[in-house]
């Protein structure tokens, strides 16, 4: 089984789409990491070092270098990261665009870039691209701080900056910096800078790397909810198990793939108290979490496939028009539609929570047949489920098991670094772990 979103999608959506979906966690966090993305390409543009797909994934990976503060909670601490906690962020964010993103080569850049240079410029195993893109970052960080947090002029941050010339900052980024001259505020200049988008979205993206994108984003809805990756990565198998017992032919399956992997996106602006309560939801918590169909459109903003889109937006809705949110009927719903909205209850059913253990077969089984009685959800589905049920759901367990060993393998590491006390220990703790093969990133 392999997702490949195969339809048409250029860099600008992707980036919508992530910067939309990530604005549901924190949008200041979203905003900043544009901010530095921008600052980064001023910085860099005239210098002829990269080529333009190396520019750009540098621009994308300023995009998304403090994704690492989603999970640790420091959001709210953005004054302090140049001077408390650097390590928390930093680390759990190179594990992740290392682990779970297209930029994985990029990934140092990220664990670097709150470290001084008079430290860094001693650590003689660092690759110097590295030490110069984690300093990129880290100025451009500070510049977006100081003149959108503290609203220093560009004079003052420039000043700053230059106190700091040789300690904090190399002298090389120093002179990049200098270069630059923002007479308005970091976001008044981003938005209108023409040049700077028609950049990032004149550099096609390949389809490797948009799958890669989309599949990032169901990996960050780990940062509210665990439970929910593993679902997704569940509903995605058991929907591709029951497509192949129907026969259907490798393009209808990475449509069905494709809707399967996104359908709960919208997850990541539910509460998280919601999303892993421990027992059944009250009404109003469960009118809560079925916002979460209209927030996954949102999120998509009309960039993705119709046929992708509907199949993850109609995966609670019923044949008898009883579902959500649109309470459409079964003339209104495709076989595709039907088969995701199928295994979405399976892998449900199946998922252990802390609070339940996995149903059994004979109960899954008795709960499938009632729905299909009472013309919820497809009969010749339910029958193929049940009839195979056993196989199904032993190839999706197989299958899943990689992935949740790397996720079992980042927590660890974290866990372990957060021990160390000194910086060149949990530097070289961070460099020595082994790279993983991206076959291993999905089932």
């Not at 989603?70 to 964010?93: A, N």
């Not at 569940?234 to 990475?254: A, Q």
């Not at 029958?383 to 367990?397: K, R």
Request: contains cysteine.
């Amino acid at each position: 089984m392999q997702v490949q979103y195969t339809k048409d999608i250029n860099n600008e959506s992707i980036l919508n789409i992530i910067r939309r979906f990530c604005n549901y966690i924190d949008p200041r966090l979203t905003e900043h990491g544009s901010h530095v993305s921008y600052i980064v390409f001023q910085m860099l543009r005239e210098t002829g070092r990269f080529t333009k797909e190396e520019l750009r994934n540098i621009c994308f990976v300023a995009q998304l270098h403090d994704v690492g503060a989603y999970k640790t909670e420091e959001i709210s601490r953005m004054l302090q990261f140049e001077t408390k906690d650097v390590w928390d962020h930093s680390f759990y964010g190179y594990l992740f665009i290392r682990y779970f993103s297209p930029l994985k080569d990029f990934a140092p850049a990220v664990l670097l870039h709150h470290l001084n240079w008079d430290f860094l410029e001693k650590q003689s195993s660092l690759d110097s691209l590295m030490k110069d893109l984690g300093q990129l970052i880290h100025i451009a960080d500070r510049i977006d701080v100081l003149m959108s947090l503290q609203n220093c002029s560009w004079k003052e941050t420039l000043s700053l900056l230059k106190k700091d010339q040789g300690t904090v900052y190399a002298n090389h980024i120093i002179e990049l910096a200098e270069k630059l001259d923002f007479k308005n505020s970091i976001e008044e200049e981003w938005k209108a800078d023409s040049q700077f988008n028609q950049f990032l979205t004149g550099i096609p993206l390949s389809g490797e790397a948009i799958t890669d994108y989309l599949k990032m984003l169901v990996f960050i809805i780990d940062f509210r909810s665990h439970y929910t990756v593993t679902h997704t990565i569940t509903t995605t198998s058991i929907s591709y198990e029951l497509g192949k017992l129907l026969s259907y032919p490798e393009d209808r399956l990475n449509v069905i793939l494709c809707g399967a992997l996104l359908h709960d996106l919208g997850k990541i602006a539910v509460p998280v108290e919601i999303l892993e309560y421990p027992g059944k939801l009250s009404r109003q918590a469960m009118t809560i979490m079925r916002t979460h169909v209209g927030y996954t459109k949102e999120i998509f903003g009309g960039s993705i496939d119709e046929a992708v889109e509907r199949i993850a937006l109609r995966h609670h809705e019923k044949l008898n028009g009883t579902g959500y949110p649109d309470g459409l009927f079964a003339k209104d719903l495709s076989k595709e539609e039907r088969l995701v909205a199928i295994a979405d209850i399976i892998s449900a059913l199946t998922g252990t929570r802390s609070y339940k253990e996995s149903y059994p077969l004979e109960k899954i089984t008795t709960i499938l047949e009632s729905m299909k009685n009472d013309q919820l959800v497809d009969p010749d589905i339910v029958t193929i489920a049940v009839t195979n049920l056993d196989s199904i759901l032993e190839t999706t367990a197989v299958r899943c098991r990689p992935i949740l060993r790397i996720y079992e393998k980042l927590k660890n590491e974290y866990q372990y670094l957060l021990g160390l006390t000194t910086d060149d220990d949990k530097l070289n703790f961070a460099l020595s772990i082994k790279k993983q093969e991206k076959a291993a990133l999905w089932p």
